[in-house]
Each structure stands twice: as C-alpha cells, then as structure tokens.
C-alpha cells in the first residue's frame, strides 16, 4: 500500500512541476493533468467520479470561454479596419465637429453653435489655452438649432489674432437672463487621415478630430 502512495506522489508531482514551468495553463496543459490524475490515481483509493466530470466541465467552459475571446479579438479587428476605411472615405469632404477646440490659420474659420431652445443673446467667445476671450462673434440667429458663421481671425477692432490652437465658447441667454443649453460647433474640410494607433484621427483645415466627434459630413 505504502509502494503505490510513494509511486504516486512523486510521479504525480514531477509531472506537474513540469508543466506548470509557465506561467499560465493552457488547453493542452489543462488534459494532461487530467490524464496524470488518473494514471497515478490509487486503485484502492480511486477519484471521485463527481469530481472528475466537475473537472471536465470546467475544460469544457475553459474551451469556451477561449473561443469567445478568440472571436471577440477577431470582431474588434474587423471593426477597426472598417473605421479606418470609413475615414479615407472622408478626404475632401466637409465634417462638422461637436467640439469647441480647432487651429487658426492663415484662411477664415467657420464657427457653428446649436441651441436647444430659441435665445436673446447669443455670443461666441474665442479663447486661448488660459480661457482668455479674444474675440467676440455676435451671431444674428438666435432660433434653436444648428447655425455657424465664417470668422475671418481677427478681434473686435479688426486686428488679427496670431495663428495656433483656440477654443470656442458659446453663451446663451433668454430673455430673463438665463442659460439656455447651448454646443459649440466646428466645420471643416478634411484633408487627411491618421491611422496611428486604435482611433482614426480626421486631419483638417482647422485642426484634428476623433471620428467620435463627427457630428454630420456632407460633400463640397
């Protein structure tokens, strides 16, 4: 009796000391020790039949859980080449943003804000990295919905602003003074597209967008 424990124990251990020299078991790895469990098993004392079909099904759910994330991976791949696709089909086209951020540059800019409700007062405030406001664009439609108007990049005394990176604001008031929901909006044409990274990236005349952010795309 003592043979078979002594014959079991150091057979079942160096097999599994060498299968387990990884850090992780995989599918192969999870039979063999099934397969060195009942190879080394006492004939006196034999498993547990309910523990073996218990570890059976975990195989089998291991198996499974394996070949959804294979799937999920190959799914995640399809679609980001989809996207990718989908940028380049932008070039040339003209994309609104729902972002106040965008580049000045040497040609106007078309700013846009989008009210929920009709205002009394609407200005659009550019302002630069510290919130300064440096110019102001006092629009004439104040009905609810998406309206833009070209900036040309200078201040209210016609001086031009210097080129680089700004933000657009938008305020909003009723006829008593209160906020009413407002989006700042950008409108550019696209000129490119990075496809560094997981997110595509839209280049344009204005400044650089996630594809998230595309709020509508129409042709020039």
């Known amino acids: 009796m003592s043979t078979i424990s002594d014959i079991s124990g150091s ?9 387990t020299g990884s850090d992780t078991l ?4 999870f039979l ?15 498993s547990d039949p309910t523990e073996f079909t218990a570890q059976l099904a975990q195989y089998s ?13 190959g799914l995640a791949s399809t ?14 086209r003209e994309v609104t943003v729902d972002t106040g951020a965008f580049q000045l540059g040497d040609s ?21 990295s510290r919130g300064n406001s440096l110019a102001v664009v006092k629009p004439a439609d104040m009905t609810a919905g998406s309206h833009f108007v070209t900036w040309d990049g200078t201040n209210s005394k016609g001086i031009p602003i210097a080129q680089g990176d700004y ?25 490119g597209v990075d496809l560094d990274g997981s997110q595509s990236t839209l280049v344009t005349n204005c400044g650089s967008y996630s594809l998230s952010n595309v709020k509508s795309i129409r042709e020039l």
């Open 11 to 19: 057979s079942s251990t160096s097999q599994f000391s060498s299968i």
């Open 26 to 29: 995989g599918k192969e790895d």
């Open 32 to 46: 063999t020790l099934l397969v060195a469990q009942l190879q080394n098993q006492d004939p006196m004392n034999p």
């Open 61 to 73: 759910s291991l198996e499974q859980l394996m070949s959804v994330n294979e799937n999920i991976e």
């Open 79 to 92: 679609s980001q080449n989809q996207q990718q696709l989908s940028a380049l089909g932008l070039i040339g």
């Open 108 to 128: 106007d800019v078309t700013l846009g804000y989008q009210l929920d409700a009709k205002a009394d007062r609407v200005e659009l405030h550019v302002q630069d």
């Open 167 to 191: 933000t657009l604001s938008v305020l909003a008031l009723d006829a008593n003074e209160d906020g009413i929901s407002s989006q700042p909006l950008i409108k550019g044409q696209v000129t």
